[in-house]
């Protein structure tokens, strides 16, 4: 009696794990992407709500004269911080 016996594994059996594993990559990398682009969304999105206070302030704007929203407050205190 022979007690060695082979095992072969068949193509599509390595074919689906090969699938398996590519589909975990390209879902890894799809996630990446969206939390980049959402990142970067954020950003622009910070960048030009500061230039819009940086422009209020440098020409005088007031869309209700005599009152400072509590983001005009923190803008204003960051950057008499900062410079």
């Known amino acids: 009696m022979n007690s060695f016996v082979s095992h072969k594994v068949s193509t599509k059996a390595e074919a689906s794990v090969e699938e398996g594993k590519s589909e975990k ?13 959402t990142t970067g969304v954020i950003t622009w999105f910070c960048i030009l709500l500061l230039t819009l206070l940086e422009v209020k302030r440098y020409f ?6 005599g009152y400072n929203s509590a983001v005009d407050d923190v803008y204003n205190a960051v950057r008499s911080i900062i410079f």
């Open 25 to 37: 990559k390209l879902i890894f990398w799809e996630t990446v992407n969206i939390v980049v682009k």
């Open 60 to 65: 005088n704007i007031d869309f209700i004269p």
